[in-house]
């Protein structure tokens, strides 16, 4: 059939074919979707932690300091995540995608980009100071915090395939996650109204504040440069 053809056969069946569509109630792994036309449905909350000026990172220093800038965010936010209820759905680069579900999916995953937050300033970057005295290199972060129904299918071929994550949390997440580093956190007004009050407020001093999203239609976001304690 030659590559042209199989391409043009396998396009046609993906327009002709009809979903096999279901509810999810755990985060789809890549075993539980088939290749076909066959989507999980979930009510997710997606949080994108994306490392800040990672190409200035790696365009002025030695590849073994950046690798090791990436591998101590990249771990610490794995573990925020898992602590908080999350599940990590994709490593890309120098940024991690993770998906919540349930009751508390939004104050849990504002959790996690809170005390990365704090992680991030009291512990990685005193460590990173200490050990490398002579650079000026300091460590930036974005997290970005939608909420939303995804459809979650899987793309690719054969042997290099992956799971897409197709609705409004996935792809405004990864965009707020670009947002400018002077606040480490951008949410949603979606997560905002849906999360709890003792991630909302401090002391009685309010965390967030309100901005248009200039980019998106100036719809109304969050943003947050607080951190939270670990425990």
């Known amino acids: 059939m030659g590559l042209k053809g199989d391409i043009n056969s396998e396009i046609g069946k993906i327009l002709q074919s009809s979903w096999a569509e279901r509810e999810g109630r755990v985060v789809p792994s890549d075993s539980s979707i088939q290749m076909g036309n066959d989507a999980v449905k979930i009510e997710a909350t997606v949080l994108y932690a994306d490392l800040a000026d990672s190409t200035i990172l790696v365009d002025r220093y030695k590849p073994q300091f950046a690798a090791k800038i990436y591998k101590m965010f990249l771990h610490a936010a794995a573990k925020i995540i898992v602590a908080n209820g999350g599940t990590i759905t994709a490593y890309d680069g120098d940024r991690v995608m993770a998906v919540y579900l349930g009751g508390s999916k939004n104050t849990q ?38 909420t939303s129904e995804l ?27 670009a947002m400018p ?16 009050a003792d991630v909302k407020v401090s002391d009685g001093r309010p965390m967030w504040e309100s901005l248009a999203w200039i980019e998106f239609d100036g719809r109304k976001i969050f943003r947050s440069d607080w951190g939270c304690v670990l425990g």
Not at 116 to 143: C, M, S
Not at 151 to 171: E, H, M, P, Q, Y
């Open 181 to 196: 580093d002077s606040h480490q956190t951008y949410i949603s007004e979606t997560v905002f109204k849906n999360m709890r």
């Open 151 to 177: 459809f979650v299918a899987k793309t690719g071929i054969r042997g290099s395939n992956d799971l897409v994550w197709v609705g409004r949390a996935a792809n405004h997440a990864a965009k707020l996650a």
């Open 109 to 146: 995953a504002v959790t996690t980009a809170l005390e990365l937050k704090w992680v991030v300033g009291n512990i990685i970057q005193p460590a990173l100071a200490e050990k490398y005295i002579q650079t000026d290199f300091r460590l930036k972060h974005v997290v970005g915090i939608d």
